[in-house]
């Protein structure tokens, strides 16, 4: 850039400060050195530029000459310059072409042209263009030169800090319209009516909310109108308020305002509301009154439930007597039996019992403890009206108490055919700090109560979390049935004491009419509330929330084996929806593939049509219809033996011995009874899958440098690009070893399936089932068999987070594309000794069979081999005569990707001379149809081919297309296409011309194949 010369004596006095940024100024004591870069490939004008510019007394001019386009960009990357100099006729481009290129290379930099042709409309369209200026090269002299470059520079000075400024004033006009946006929005947003006035009362903003309440906004706040057409009221809803106390007078008049409330009387609608009103000041930078802000809010609601309350309260008091005295004798008469029936059961529960009777036995003692806890808090009722029942507050296990409560209810439930079924949110923490009896007390009441009003269909209990700050959680407990619903004239008394919704209702379902009152208080004090939804007569939905602390869970030392089954498939046979999508849902929390059937034929048939990989457990309902349920099982176990690994019957409690019985007779794995929890199901898989915690056992760590290179095994290759396949192929053949290959994720498994391979090399983007999917469906397929294929990724996909997705899946390690022979060969040997010694230690610790499986274990932080450890073949490159253009291939890096064997990247450009035009094709037609996901595949599947063969602009311009279509947005698209079907021109002639004079390919001689080059 511009810099200070030499002290010089003989200036004129005036200075001029040459720059890119500061201009020109001149003084007698110095000079300044400005850099310029001339673009001319006439020596003899370059000659004479530089004796002008020498002759400059007001600036020592650094010339920079090039005679060529491609050398002034190179200059341009290495230093800046304060100006160029630039003449349009260059060897390797001509006319304003030439400026148009060098100014998208020199953006922000002077250009002055220089011509030989004195042509003032080429003169105009270069300035039109952005050209400083226009020089005709028999014109130019030293002034001529120094003025014209002075005022090019401080032309282009005085643009920029024109943008500059416009830009800022852009983003400040920006930044003031997203205030004003954010503002408004806030106003908008605030439930409260907000208006502004200026100090005659005119209105100046009003937010929804203000008009909403008001029934419209008058466009003049003016008191004394307001208060004449009796508007505003004081509390007695009669006397009109003082035209000074009103809030925003007084606020108008400078003073502060207190927050009132006062009656409204609406003139749009004449309908009356309460208001709670304040106002403030509204004063300029000076403290002058210029106005007022008055925000006031509707209360009608809030007063009319103070007159609810106020009613409610006498009406509570009136009845207390009566309550008291009610409870008194009914706990009574109800606590003298349960005490004799808890007390016989404990009994019998300390004498020899077989695990069924023990079962029932603890059910009768839970209901029975139930039933008492519940007396209790009937007892305790006139407590709860006087506010003097303490909650408890202690840990105990949510999950399990529910689990608990509902099957000491699935009796009843059963008794009338009824489905119970229990939907609890993988969100619900297993242990919390609360009152565990109150919780319990208003479940019960709640389910309990669903069943006795419900004579078919189901009772679903649904359990989630509303909201969760901290470790204080706000449960969500719903109660849903298919039982008579509750009318709409009757749902007002349906919480009050001593009442229920119809008085024949006692008659017929039988109770006292206190549960849903007690309910409804119980969770108040737990600081919820309850509610319910009802059609009658198409049943009811009885919600509640309850305020909860969650206990900070402990490692569940299962929590890794639970990841074993991940993959595993899981078939679920039950004529009950809701049934079935709990199930599912509970399998898919632990990543198992679940498939669905709502009667005996649905299985059979899905089981009939499926194809994949065994089913590790079968879930079948014992009460399908006509006992279909045990005939399932029956045919599970002796027809479909090959296709379900393990049975698991659920009955239902009422004639458990028989059906359990029954169940172990026909061959089912485990029986249990319904409603089904998710501990009972991990600790069925459990017992069936002996999943145990172990420590895992670390795999030695293996020096690469002591490996030996391991051939003629038998490898799989998954890959769907032709010249991809023939790559890998010929370099494993080389090194010894036996190659098969598909074309996607599905067809390798059913490869697998036919026949034992050593390993499997999987490329991870493919049509239909991918490397990911694939992977993970074999790793599921071994957690039933205990073996263990590597597998080794390679993928074109470079990015973080790659490699840790392809070893999550399942992959034992992960190569990049394009694959180096000998990185090949190393990976392949380190992965197999991996596993061996992972095999070894297995043998030795027949426990750690649980633990890590290889591809867990740690691998190479970065894939690749040392460099030191590289075999490079020597590089072959064409004759330079025989090419006239520069070549696009680069044919020596295209060779190192074959280990130097010309005749395989023959074969290899042969198959992708084949390829690609198809899926240029295809690039083109994906576009103008918009179609994402097509240009993504077609793109991903070409961009190797031009990474292979060092194609890098083309293999850029690919990856711009397959970043598109993975996004789906392909405006635009269509010019980079049309640039990358150009190049590829280019390429695929070179190729074709290698691949038809390329004879003796696979002789070792480099020089063959290459040949072909002489006629590109």
């Known amino acids: 850039m511009v810099s200070e010369g030499p002290q010089c004596d003989t200036c004129d006095g005036k200075r001029f400060l040459i720059g890119a940024t500061t201009g020109l100024v001149l003084n007698g004591m110095s000079r300044l050195r400005v850099e310029l870069l001339l673009v001319e490939d006439n020596a003899d004008d370059v000659l004479l530029i530089e004796e002008y510019l020498a002759d400059s007394r007001q600036a020592e001019f650094h010339l920079t000459p090039v005679d060529r386009l491609a050398t002034a960009q190179k200059q341009l990357g290495e230093r800046p310059f304060d100006a160029i100099l630039l003449d349009l006729q260059l060897p390797d481009v001509h006319g304003l072409a030439t400026f148009d290129r060098l100014s998208s290379l020199a953006r922000g930099t002077p250009i002055v042209i220089l011509s030989g042709n004195d042509d003032e409309a080429l003169a105009l369209q270069a300035v039109h263009a952005g050209a400083q200026d226009y020089l005709v090269k028999s014109q130019v002299s030293t002034a001529v030169l120094e003025r014209t470059i002075r005022y090019a520079m401080e032309r282009s000075r005085t643009r920029r800090a024109l943008e500059e400024r416009a830009e800022e004033l852009a983003r400040s006009e920006q930044r003031l319209r997203e205030q004003a946006g954010i503002l408004q929005s806030i106003l908008n947003s605030i439930a409260d009516g907000v208006v502004v006035t200026d100090d005659r009362g005119r209105l100046l903003i009003s937010n929804p909310a203000a008009r909403e309440i008001l029934g419209a906004v008058p466009r003049e706040f003016i008191p004394e109108e307001l208060t004449e057409q009796s508007l505003l009221f004081l509390p007695d809803m009669v006397t009109p308020y003082e035209v000074g106390e009103l809030p925003l007078a007084r606020a108008m008049r400078g003073l502060a305002s207190r927050e009132i409330e006062m009656y409204l009387r609406r003139p749009t609608d004449s309908l009356g509301i309460w208001v709670s009103a304040n106002a403030t000041p509204l004063r300029d930078s000076g403290g002058q009154v210029r106005g007022g802000v008055a925000v006031f809010r509707d209360i009608t609601e809030h007063k009319q439930a103070e007159a609810e309350l106020h009613q409610a309260k006498e009406a509570a008091e009136a009845a207390s007597q009566a309550k008291s005295a009610f409870l008194a004798s009914v706990s009574h008469e109800i606590r003298t039996p349960m005490n004799a029936i808890i007390g016989m059961t404990e009994f019998v529960l300390d004498t020899p019992l077989s695990p069924q009777q023990r079962e029932w036995l603890k059910i009768v003692q839970e209901s029975a403890e139930s039933l008492l806890g519940l007396i209790n808090e009937v007892l305790d009722f006139s407590k709860i009206e006087a506010d003097k029942l303490d909650l408890e507050e202690v840990e105990f296990p949510l999950r399990d108490s529910i689990g608990a409560t509902l099957k000491s209810l699935a009796m009843q439930a059963h008794r009338k055919r009824l489905e119970l079924v229990a939907e609890i949110d993988p969100g619900v923490p297993e242990r919390v700090l609360g009152d565990p009896t109150r919780f319990r007390q208003v479940l019960v009441n709640l389910v309990g109560n669903a069943i006795k009003f419900t004579s078919e269909g189901e009772v679903l209990v649904r359990v989630h979390p509303e909201s969760q700050l901290g470790d204080e959680m706000m449960l969500h407990v719903a109660v849903s049935d298919t039982g008579i619903g509750v009318a709409e004239e009757k749902r007002e008394r349906l919480f009050h004491a001593f009442e229920q919704a119809d008085s024949s209702m006692a008659r017929r379902y039988g109770g006292t009419g206190l549960g849903l009152a007690i309910s409804s208080r119980l969770v108040e004090l737990q600081g919820g509330r309850i509610w319910f939804e009802s059609r009658h007569p198409q049943g009811s939905t009885f919600h509640y929330t309850v305020r909860l602390r969650a206990v900070p869970e402990e490692t569940d030392e299962l929590a890794d084996q639970i990841d074993r089954l991940r993959g595993a498939r899981v078939l679920v046979v039950d004529d009950n929806a809701s049934v079935r999508d709990v199930l599912a849902e509970v399998f898919g929390q632990w990543a198992m593939q679940v498939s669905l059937a709502g009667t005996a034929d649905g299985a059979r048939s899905l089981l009939a049509d499926d194809r994949g990989e065994p089913f590790l457990l079968a879930v079948v309902d014992g009460s399908l219809p006509a006992e279909g349920g045990f005939r399932l099982v029956e045919e599970l176990r002796s027809q479909w033996a090959d296709q379900v690994r393990h049975v698991v019957l659920l009955i239902h409690s009422g004639d458990r011995s028989a059906d359990a019985s029954r169940a172990e007779r026909i061959g089912a794995d485990a029986c249990l009874t319904k409603p089904v929890s998710p501990s009972e199901l991990f600790d069925v898989l459990a017992g069936l899958l002996h999943l145990r915690p172990v420590v895992p056992i670390p795999p030695p760590e293996i020096p690469a440098g002591k490996l030996s290179p391991v051939k003629g095994l038998r490898i799989l290759l998954v890959e769907d690009s032709v010249y991809n396949q023939k790559l890998a192929v010929g370099l494993l053949e080389k090194q010894g070893h036996v190659v098969s290959v598909a074309g996607n994720g599905a067809e390798a498994i059913a490869r697998l399936q036919e026949g034992p391979h050593d390993l499997v090399l999987m490329d991870v983007q493919m049509p239909d089932v991918d490397g990911l999917e694939a992977t993970r469906r074999i790793r599921a397929g071994e957690r039933l068999t205990g073996e263990h294929i590597p597998i080794i990724a390679m993928t074109a996909q470079a990015l973080q987070g790659d490699r840790e997705k392809c070893l999550e ?54 894939p690749g081999v040392p460099a030191s450890r590289r075999t490079e073949p020597d590089p072959v490159a064409p004759s330079p005569e025989v090419v006239t253009g520069p070549p696009q291939v680069d044919w020596n890096g295209a060779l190192r990707q074959v280990d130097g064997d010309p005749g395989l990247l023959q074969t290899i450009a042969s198959a992708f001379l084949a390829e690609a035009p198809p899926y240029l094709d295809s690039i083109d037609g994906a576009i103008q149809g918009q179609e994402g996901r097509v240009l993504q595949r077609a793109a991903h599947t070409i961009k190797g081919g031009f990474r292979l063969f060092g194609a890098t602009e083309a293999y850029e311009l690919a990856m711009q297309l397959e970043e598109a279509g993975r996004r789906g947005r392909l405006d635009g698209m269509a010019e980079t296409a049309q640039r990358l079907r150009d190049l590829s021109r280019g390429i695929l002639r070179e190729l074709e011309v290698f691949a038809k004079r390329g004879s003796g390919s696979h002789n070792g001689d480099a020089a063959g194949p290459l040949a072909g080059l002489a006629e590109v």
Do not use: F, N
């Not at 394009?818 to 992972?838: C, F, G």
């Not at 230690?841 to 970065?862: F, Y």
């Open 809 to 862: 899946s399942g992959m034992d390690d992960y190569l990049t594309k394009p694959v180096r022979a000998r990185e090949l060969q190393d990976r392949i040997t380190q992965v197999l000794a991996r596993l061996t010694a992972w095999k070894e230690q297995l043998a030795d610790q027949p426990d750690a069979r649980s633990g890590p499986t290889p591809s867990e274990t740690a691998v190479p932080k970065e």
